[in-house]
């Protein structure tokens, strides 16, 4: 299986900006997802493919990355951005990240 | 709209299956993949497998083989997921989403979830 790593939580004031890593322990090339996740709600996508915004979701938020190194980016973070940020990769089966957990100051 | 409907919670002893659905509108439902992912309380999420309606073939997590086993009813737009030999492990929220088109996608659209609960 390809396991992604995260780091569990970060804390950040409003207006700054946040970067949420994503390790791979092989590449998946650049198929990299990335979703938002609010308590008792279903995730909802962010960025797919490392680098494409979905339908709908705010220019605050951008990815990048490829290979076995991904990165969500918030800029500028807003309070209504708390919430668990998962990445998920599609190159071999599927597997997610363990959730980064976003808190404001 | 894509829309994914889930089944409501189930509580369930332990020993014992269940059988939850995942009905779709708003898209054609044999042309892409239904996936199945859990989610312990306070826990990440899991991907469990795959149905492709359109022909019935599955794919499995091979930690949920024997555990899950993924149908899809096309006369109805509804895939089901029934889990078997039910512990307490089991107890999670349990989604279905959307594959997108052709291989290596990712999950542009969610059902609400179904809680299960595993308890005697």
């Known amino acids: 299986d390809t396991v992604l790593t995260q780091s569990p939580a970060l804390a950040v004031s409003p207006g700054e900006r946040v970067s949420i890593s994503c390790r791979a322990s092989?590449?998946?090339?650049?198929?990299m997802h990335w979703y938002q996740q609010k308590p008792g709600q279903q995730p909802k996508l962010l960025i797919y493919?490392?680098?494409n915004l979905a339908s709908g979701v705010p220019a605050r938020f951008s990815g990048s990355g490829s290979g076995t190194d991904f990165t969500l980016t918030i800029d500028p973070v807003e309070a209504d951005d708390t919430a668990t940020y998962f990445c998920?990769?599609?190159?071999?089966?599927?597997?997610f990240g363990g959730g980064t957990k976003l808190e404001l100051k | 709209q894509v829309q994914l409907q889930q089944s409501g919670a189930e509580l369930v002893k332990p020993g014992s299956s269940v059988k939850i659905s995942c009905k779709a509108s708003?898209?054609?439902?044999?042309?892409?993949?239904m996936h199945w992912i859990k989610q312990q309380p306070g826990n990440g999420l899991e991907w469990i497998g795959w149905?492709?309606?359109?022909?019935?073939?599955?794919k499995y997590n091979q930690k949920f083989n024997g555990k899950a086993t993924l149908t899809a009813d096309k006369s109805s737009s509804t895939a089901y997921m029934q889990l078997s030999s039910l512990t307490s492990e089991d107890s999670a929220v349990y989604f279905c989403?959307?594959?997108?088109?052709?291989?290596?996608?990712?999950?542009?659209?969610w059902g609400q979830g179904t809680l299960v609960t595993v308890s005697s």
């Open positions: 989403a959307r594959g997108g088109y052709g291989s290596y996608t990712w999950f542009a659209y």
């Open positions: 708003g898209y054609t439902f044999t042309s892409y993949d």
């Open positions: 149905i492709y309606p359109g022909n019935g073939n599955t």
């Open positions: 092989e590449g998946v090339n650049s198929y």
């Open positions: 493919k490392a680098s």
């Open positions: 998920q990769q599609s190159w071999n089966d599927r597997t």
